[in-house]
């Protein structure tokens, strides 16, 4: 239970910070700022800080591949969810106290709902299947690089899809977040929650008929 416990809070810290830089990053528009840059580092740096610990997966779609594929216990999972979007939630209520009249107003994404959909999907699907060909098997346990690759497919699909087809959330705690934020209004916020769900799913489908060689 103890063990237990220690992932559930570095998923909670984990998605806190990944989401918290989501907001700043959109919302307080700083001088310089690479939005998709600095949302890619924080789940890059917090992938090596607790992927050791949790799996390091911030996000209920890795959860979900990552419990199709066999890495984690399917009894695990709605306490990771849990863990997960509750990091999120309390980002959302951390930025808004820290940034009260900072908040740079925008208007909420209005995107057209097949291209948010595939969209979201597909890059939601290569997240998930980087995850499960990186992190999650014997064959590249211990490997050094895994943190840079999930952290720079979340920037390839932010700088490929995000802001012009979808929010390029790729993760429903992070679509959860932004709408509480105001960024894409709660329909679309479904559709992407869904539509993250469903890459998640293809990507363990893909990862079961792709890799071979396991010697687990």
């Known amino acids: 239970m103890k063990q237990n416990l220690k992932k559930y809070l570095t998923e909670l810290i984990g998605t806190f910070f990944l989401v918290l830089t989501v907001a700043c990053t959109s919302l307080l528009g700083a001088k310089g700022v690479i939005a998709p840059l600095a949302i890619a580092s924080a789940l890059m740096i917090m992938v090596y800080a607790g992927g050791h610990i949790s799996g390091g997966h911030y996000n209920p779609a890795v959860s979900f591949a990552a419990a199709i594929r066999g ?48 969209a979201e999907c597909l890059f939601t699907f290569a997240l998930c299947y980087v995850v499960l060909q990186t992190a999650t098997t014997k ?50 916020s479904l559709s992407t929650i869904c539509a993250n769900l469903g890459g998640a799913i293809l990507a363990a489908v893909a990862f079961k008929l792709t890799y071979t060689d396991d010697k687990e």
């Open 71 to 118: 890495a984690l216990g399917w009894k695990q999972l709605v306490p990771y969810i849990i863990a997960q979007l509750l990091g999120g939630i309390l980002a959302v209520t951390v930025f808004t106290l820290m940034a009260e009249g900072s908040i740079i107003v925008i208007e909420p994404g209005n995107f057209g709902l097949k291209g948010l959909m595939i």
């Open 139 to 188: 064959n590249t346990e211990g490997n050094s690089y895994y943190g840079l690759a999930i952290g720079f497919t979340v920037l390839t699909g932010a700088f490929a899809v995000g802001g012009s087809l979808c929010a390029g959330a790729f993760n429903p705690a992070v679509a959860v977040s932004a709408c509480l934020l105001g960024i894409i209004p709660y329909q679309l």
